[in-house]
């Protein structure tokens, strides 16, 4: 995480009272309370004073930043808001930022809201499966098998050339980089890979299966997409992506028998039996936007690749496309304020 792109908070454990917080926001103490009640405010007493972690004020708006309430949701009703409090303060060991910093930062809000979703409230020390890195987390309990054989050096091999590959791409890394980050002799990698286009389709091949068991695991295709998206912290897109811009076919890079079947399953049953998910009563017209444009930007560079995993080869580029923008148009009309 780059520390300077972290935003501006209130000092470590500096807190406000009712009487700055009414001042502050320019409402009444009956207002304050009632967000207290509503959890849009994290606020606790402490004898005979309600106290207000002061990173939650937004100096610029003069009011409270909206990343409250999404922290508050996370956390549940059973943490209290006192030791809700102090947790958002307190330092991450490694990370070495508060939640309350990886909050407000755009490299750090999905995190901090994972760290809240996983913290049980028994005391304000995160427990060590939320003291590690987003990819460091995700490669030991995500993508790779619930309990790896830490003395394979395949295993290490795999999961440095993994960090390595999404941090720098293929093209920049030695095999001799992934060994000395493995901590294995060169002529292991040459053993096992042979080469460095080697190595990387078993990385490729890795996640998929790995992935692929994660979805297949979920009967709800609704819960599989909340589970699923940025799950890896984006490392299989960083290194697909590499990958692609490299030069990788979609044959070299998945071959024959590669198959993937996420989501398909899931979408299938939900169409034999749909039911509506439980969304919000209103879209922002930009998120749509914004989603419209990713794959459109997107779809021609990749969509080679996805026909591959998925066996589906036997449709016509123009035609899959033409579906495309059909499914897009149906996204806008969906999320249009009358539907």
Not at 120 to 140: I, M, N
Not at 210 to 233: T, W
Not at 296 to 301: Q, S, V, Y
Request: glycine content about 4%; hydrophobic content about 35%.
């Amino acid at each position: 995480m780059n520390d300077d792109r972290l935003l501006p908070v209130a000092t470590d454990r500096e807190e406000w009272t009712t009487p700055q917080v009414a001042e502050f926001m320019g409402v009444s103490r009956q207002a304050i309370n009632r967000r207290i009640h509503n959890r849009t405010l994290l606020g606790y007493r402490d004898k005979a004073i309600t106290r207000f972690p002061a990173w939650q004020f937004d100096v610029d708006t003069r009011w409270l930043r909206p990343e409250v309430e999404e922290l508050l949701e996370a956390l549940g009703d059973e943490v209290t808001p006192r030791d809700a409090a102090r947790w958002s303060t307190t330092r991450v060991p490694k990370l070495d930022h508060t939640p309350a910093e990886l909050l407000l930062s755009p490299d750090g809000k999905e995190l901090a809201l994972e760290l809240a979703r996983r913290y049980d409230g028994r005391d304000t020390s995160p427990t060590p499966a939320e003291t590690v890195s987003p990819s460091e987390r995700q490669v030991s309990f995500e993508w790779f098998p619930d309990n790896p054989d830490d003395d394979d050096p395949r295993s290490a091999i795999l999961r440095a050339a993994i960090k390595l590959f999404a941090q720098k791409g293929p093209a920049k890394v030695s095999l001799r980089e992934v060994a000395a980050a493995a901590d294995v002799s060169y002529s292991l990698i040459y053993r096992f890979f042979k080469t460095k286009e080697n190595l990387l389709v078993s990385v490729m091949q890795l996640f998929i299966q790995q992935g692929g068991q994660r979805l297949s695991d979920e009967d709800d295709v609704y819960i599989a997409i909340e589970k699923s998206l940025g799950s890896d912290a984006g490392q299989y897109g960083r290194m697909l992506s590499w990958a692609v811009l490299d030069g990788a076919t979609p044959e070299r890079l998945f071959p024959a028998g590669t198959r993937t079947s996420g989501y398909r399953t899931q979408i299938e049953a939900l169409w034999r039996d749909p039911r509506k998910p439980v969304v919000r009563d209103q879209f922002d017209p930009r998120v749509v936007a914004s989603l419209i444009q990713l794959v459109a930007i997107g779809w021609d560079l990749y969509e080679p690749y996805m026909t591959r995993l998925e066996g589906s080869q036997d449709r016509a580029t123009s035609d899959r496309r033409d579906e495309l923008i059909e499914m897009l148009k149906v996204l806008v009309y969906a999320t249009s304020p009358k539907h």
